[in-house]
């Protein structure tokens, strides 16, 4: 069993930072790629960063200069710093992150979610 846990989301006001955290755990070889979304009430989930196995990243247009994503192999841990956030930027954050598990599977797994609210 795989699974994704978050942390770091919370209140900060607008023009702070926070670091979103997603470890992954149980019975896994590696991370291959990972990524962050989030999702606000009425609307779809959507890509906010994501980072390859090789390190390239990719980000929505909305977040671009001001979001990073990173990882680190050694902690199985996909990483997203957040500087200079907006109102707009409020949602619940997920991790999602392609596994290879101890079996050889490659699996895609959720995290649970973490708020992140930006007051203004």
């Known amino acids: 069993q795989v699974q994704l846990v978050e942390s770091g989301g919370g209140l900060v006001q607008a023009g702070g930072s926070l670091r979103l955290s997603c470890q992954a755990s149980?019975?896994?070889?590696?991370?291959?790629?990972g990524g962050w979304y989030r999702q606000t009430p009425g609307k779809q989930r959507e890509l906010v960063a994501g980072?390859?196995?090789?390190?390239?990243?990719n980000y929505a247009d909305s977040v671009k200069g001001r979001f990073t994503v990173s990882r680190d192999n050694a902690k199985n841990t996909v990483y997203l710093q957040m500087n200079s956030l907006k109102p707009e930027d409020t949602a619940v954050y997920y991790c999602?992150?392609?596994?290879?598990?101890?079996?050889?599977?490659?699996?895609?797994?959720w995290g649970q979610g973490t708020l992140v609210t930006v007051s203004s």
């Open positions: 980072i390859t196995t090789g390190g390239s990243t």
């Open positions: 999602n992150c392609r596994v290879l598990t101890i079996a050889r599977v490659y699996i895609d797994v």
């Open positions: 149980g019975s896994i070889f590696s991370i291959n790629a």
